[in-house]
């Protein structure tokens, strides 16, 4: 399941997008201002940014997210429609841009549109393990992994970026929605249930590598 991030300081605009985002199968997280959104940007498939916003505004939001996570998608809202404005806000990034007011089956589309772009494979392939993010199932060597949400997830993640090194702290933030302080373990229990169900060596791992004193990346076998 997609998440989104939904980024308005109107509760009635992100109560509207909301119902038809998540009627639309997507899960939606919100943020009401730029500070409580970059808190939450691990946890987005994709972020629907407002640009006016409190505390931190959404030009400052999305110059900070495209340094930290440069292929996560962005749809820019705004009641501002002058071409300037368009252009300042695809100059900092932006994937797509919406005019306020807006129709929110139009915003929907163009976040269905997004996400098919922005690299959701219909399949990834890495030796005898084949995962399907939209349908959320894993295989290896043509039978089905069972898998938790969480081990799913945790897979997809790593899958998704092979060679990159995710620390624990990332991983929380990534699959947990959060950084759970003090609490670092509880990667390393679900990096181990996970290996154990993809039949791991622990001593040569096929797909996930330990970088010591880091944390983990996906390595293809």
Known sequence: ?????????????????GVYLRQEG????????????L???????LVVLDLMLPRLSGWEVARELRRDYPELPVLMLTAKGEEEERIRGLDLGADDYVVKPFSPREVVARVRALLRRSGLKAELAFGELVIRPREREAYLAGE????SKLEFDLLLTLAQHPG????????????????????D??????????RKKLGEDGDNPRYIETVRGVGYRFGEE
């Not at 089905?144 to 898998?147: F, V």
Request: aromatic content about 6%; overall charge negative; cysteine-free.
């Open 1 to 17: 399941m997609a998440r989104v991030l939904l980024v308005d300081d109107d509760p009635v605009i992100r109560e509207v997008l």
């Open 26 to 37: 997507y899960e939606v997280v919100e943020a009401l201002d730029g500070l409580e959104a």
């Open 39 to 45: 808190a939450k940007i691990p946890q987005a498939s």
């Open 144 to 147: 089905p992994l069972a898998l």
């Open 164 to 183: 990159l090194v995710w620390s624990r702290e990332r991983l929380l933030e990534r699959v947990w929605g959060t950084d759970f302080p003090g609490v």
């Open 185 to 194: 373990r509880v990667v390393d229990v679900h990096i181990a249930g996970l």
